[in-house]
Nanobody
Framework: QVQLVESGGGLVQPGGSLILSCAAS????????MAWYRQAPGKQRELVAS???????NYADSVKGRFTISRDNAKNMVYLQMNSLKPEDTAVYYC????????WGQGTQVTVSS
């Protein structure tokens, strides 16, 4: 069974940057499209960015041009580089298979505030 562990969140000022990491167990990870999701207080979880096994990426309009998703299949890792952060990016961030098929991890809190 795949286990996902997110890390790298924290408190950052508007305009700042963070890099989130997701460690996935399971050798079959590399065959799946992966994604980063986020859930803000009182809101539904939303897909932020996705990446296919071959490296093709897609982004929500709200983060396009600011966030970059990447993966290292050899290390079973997925990353989210977040630049020009805004207060509305505040949320718990999760990684998962693109359709959310794996058990959800604990997520990592990102807070953007001055």
């Amino acid at each position: 069974q795949v286990q996902l562990v997110e890390s790298g969140g924290g408190l950052v000022q508007p305009g700042g940057s963070l890099i989130l990491s997701c460690a996935a167990s399971g050798s079959f990870f590399r065959g799946y499209a992966m994604a980063w999701y986020r859930q803000a207080p009182g809101k539904q979880r939303e897909l932020v960015a996705s990446i296919t096994s071959g490296g093709n990426t897609n982004y929500a309009d709200s983060v396009k041009g600011r966030f970059t998703i990447s993966r290292d299949n050899a290390k079973n890792m997925v990353y989210l580089q977040m630049n020009s952060l805004k207060p509305e990016d505040t949320a718990v961030y999760y990684c998962n298979q693109q359709r959310g098929l794996f058990p959800w991890g604990q997520g990592t809190q990102v807070t953007v505030s001055s």
